[in-house]
């Protein structure tokens, strides 16, 4: 695993470098402070919380303080920030190291770990900038840094992606300076290796980026498998004489709303409501269409009658068959037309 000691002493010195250095909650080993910014950074950006967590340390300065207050009030301070079981659970978790931890923070990230509203890697965070634990974050940005990095396939929040994220992130740990490079992959996600755009040709870590050598860089983390569309099934007859086709307006709501098609049902329902009696019925074929939220299964036959009938139904008409494909109907009913040869005309 040449690219190991690279990945991680590259990040460090960068972090020292050109990361950020001057962040409210940066410089103190305080615990209260570290894991406020940790849970309020959790799906919001720096510049939203920088105002937030100033006014919030002005009201409640200490773990002790937070915890005495009335959860209303720290909903006060939190609004506008979203996410508000964050807030709810900020309050029980200062309430239970008060109450349970004699005001003592873990330091154990398994034992923060165990604390209302923090996972395994805010636990981490705090644990690393608060105690210098070597313990490896893992949140979307360092997911996506290390998919790119190690061209890791597969979406992130699957179960066997995500262990192999984990196991990865913790062969990267440095035996020392810990702080830095945890602020740096922090930093590297937030800024450089952004989710759209990455800014590869600034990244310290370019010449050995595999995603970025392979060009994939926009394409890693694998995008959240779609879950399979409903299938639908429609059958359609085409009655024609070989010169017109009988074909019907839809609603204006619904699939294809206004357009034409071939009246849709069994063949012999359809030909019962047209009061068609003697057409001779082959196969058209079948297609495949894929809506936004369902595939359909487009199925046709195809019923020659002598000559067209009247018909009292206003939504019905005769159309050329050699101008039915540019009367407006949808394309994969334009594909089964070109499937009926128009009749000779008499000499
Ligand atoms: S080179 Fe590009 S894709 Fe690779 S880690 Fe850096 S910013 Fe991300």
Redesign the pocket.
Known sequence: MSAVPSFTDTLIAWQKRAGRHDLPWQNTRDPYRIWLSEIMLQQTQVTTVIPYYLRFLERFPTLEALAAAPQEAVIEYWAGLGYYARARNLHRCAVEIVAVHAGKWPKSVDRLASLPGIGRSTAAAIAAFAFGERAAILDGNVK??LC??FAIEGFPGQASVERALWARAETLLPECDIEAYTQGLMD?GAT???RRK???N?????QA????RTGR?ED?PTAKPRPALPERHGHYVFVSDGHRVLLERRPAHGIWGGLLVPPEGETAAVLARLGISDASESPLGTLRHSFTHFRLTLSATLCHIDAPKAIADPSLCWIALESAAEAGVPTPIRKLLEGIAPAREAQ
């Open positions: 996506r840094v790119r990095f590297l450089l290796c952004s990455p800014h590869c600034d990244c310290p870590l370019q980026c595999q995603a970025h860089a890693l």
